[in-house]
């Protein structure tokens, strides 16, 4: 991606117009009365180029920082990359558990704090609802099932295969 160069406008237009003329159409031993005064030519150059020198110094600067954003920009992944991959380095140097981690800049790995009853029941409903959803059988079941098709047994009830059969209070699913 190249940077555009920006037009240039107002005062600072007028400015390098100015110079350029003043270099090329102006003798070099001229006088020129400028607000009230009689300037030689060298000393109106320079009080132009001085005043112009702001504009050029926010002209480089802002190129400069396109520069150094899309340079940036292309080396954001592998930054990432690093951060991530010094994190997991020094973890495993310290202990996941170290405050020392804080040091290299990272924050520690909180604990998860146990769940209240409250949450543990809307958990509990939430999976049995994905598993009538998805027809599929939670570990318990699974368990009981495997056991139960060891033995040469029939499946027990409540497994998958019920939530299919009709009655059964489950969504339906239609083919």
Same mark, same amino acid.
């Given at each position: 991606?190249?940077?555009?160069?920006?037009?240039?406008?107002?005062?600072?237009?007028? !400015?390098?117009?100015?110079?350029?003329?003043?270099?090329?159409?102006? %003798?070099?031993?001229?006088?020129?009365?400028?607000?009230?005064?009689?300037?030689?030519?060298?000393?109106?150059?320079?009080?132009?180029?001085?005043?112009?020198?702001?504009?050029?110094?926010?002209?480089?600067?802002?190129?400069?920082?396109?520069?150094?954003?899309?340079? !940036?920009?292309?080396?954001?992944?592998?930054?990432?990359?690093?951060?991530?991959?010094?994190?997991?380095?020094?973890?495993?140097?310290?202990?996941?558990?170290?405050?020392?981690?804080?040091?290299?800049?990272?924050?520690?790995?909180?604990?998860?704090? %146990?769940?209240?009853?409250?949450?543990?029941?809307?958990?509990?409903?939430?999976?049995?609802?994905?598993?009538?959803?998805?027809?599929?059988?939670?570990?318990?079941?699974?368990?009981?099932?495997?056991?139960?098709?060891?033995?040469?047994?029939?499946?027990?009830?409540?497994?998958?295969?019920?939530?299919?059969?009709?009655?059964?209070?489950?969504?339906?699913?239609?083919?």
């Amino acid at each position: 991606m190249s940077i555009k160069p920006e037009i240039i406008r107002g005062d600072e237009l007028v !400015l390098d117009l100015f110079i350029e003329a003043l270099k090329t159409h102006v %003798p070099a031993a001229a006088h020129l009365t400028f607000d009230g005064t009689e300037l030689p030519k060298h000393e109106l150059l320079d009080k132009a180029v001085g005043l112009r020198s702001p504009f050029k110094t926010k002209r480089t600067l802002k190129t400069e920082l396109k520069k150094a954003q899309m340079e !940036l920009d292309a080396k954001r992944l592998e930054i990432r990359h690093f951060v991530k991959s010094a994190h997991t380095c020094i973890k495993a140097f310290l202990g996941e558990e170290s405050p020392d981690i804080a040091k290299f800049g990272f924050k520690p790995d909180k604990k998860q704090r %146990p769940l209240t009853s409250a949450e543990n029941q809307a958990r509990a409903k939430k999976a049995e609802e994905t598993r009538l959803l998805n027809h599929t059988m939670g570990p318990a079941e699974k368990k009981r099932f495997d056991k139960a098709h060891e033995s040469g047994g029939t499946p027990p009830a409540g497994g998958a295969g019920a939530s299919d059969s009709a009655g059964a209070g489950g969504p339906t699913h239609v083919a």
